[in-house]
Nanobody, 123 residues
Framework: QVQLVESGGGLVQAGGSLRLSCAAS????????MAWFRQATGKEREIVAG????????FYADSVKGRVTISKDNDKKTVFLQMNSLKPEDTAVYYC????????????????WGQGTQVTVSS
C-alpha cells in the first residue's frame, strides 16, 4: 500500500514557475514508477509526465514538453514536478500517481492516486 500526498500548488502568474512535490509513505517506494496527471474543470484527467522506478525513462505530454521536468528521489520517497513558463491553460488540479508498470501508469492506469493539489495560472 502506498499513500501519496501532493503539495506545492498555488496561484501564479503566466510565465511563472511552480514546483510540485509528492511525498509517499509505505514500503517499496523505490520500485514504483511515478507520474503526474492533471484535470481541468470540465475536462478529463490527462497525463502530464511520468518517470520509471529508477528514473531512466521519462514521459512528457506534448503540451508540457520543454517546460516541465519530473524527478524522483527514492531515498526521500518523493517525486517532483518542476513547471516553468506556466500558461493559463495549465490551470488544473494536479494528481500524483504510482504504479508498478510504467507503460500502464502513463496510459492512465496507476495503482495509487493522491488527493490532488490546485494549480491556478493567471493571465
Amino acid at each position: 500500500q502506498v499513500q501519496l500526498v501532493e503539495s506545492g500548488g498555488g496561484l501564479v502568474q503566466a510565465g511563472g514557475s511552480l514546483r510540485l512535490s509528492c511525498a509517499a509513505s509505505g514500503r517499496r517506494f523505490g520500485v514504483y514508477a511515478m507520474a503526474w496527471f492533471r484535470q481541468a474543470t470540465g475536462k478529463e484527467r490527462e497525463i502530464v509526465a511520468g518517470i520509471s522506478w529508477g528514473g531512466s525513462d521519462t514521459f512528457y505530454a506534448d503540451s508540457v514538453k520543454g517546460r516541465v521536468t519530473i524527478s524522483k528521489d527514492n531515498d526521500k520517497k518523493t517525486v517532483f514536478l518542476q513547471m516553468n513558463s506556466l500558461k493559463p491553460e495549465d490551470t488544473a488540479v494536479y494528481y500524483c500517481a504510482a504504479g508498478l508498470d510504467f507503460r500502464l501508469l502513463v496510459t492512465g492506469s496507476p495503482s495509487y492516486w493522491g488527493q490532488g493539489t490546485q494549480v491556478t495560472v493567471s493571465s
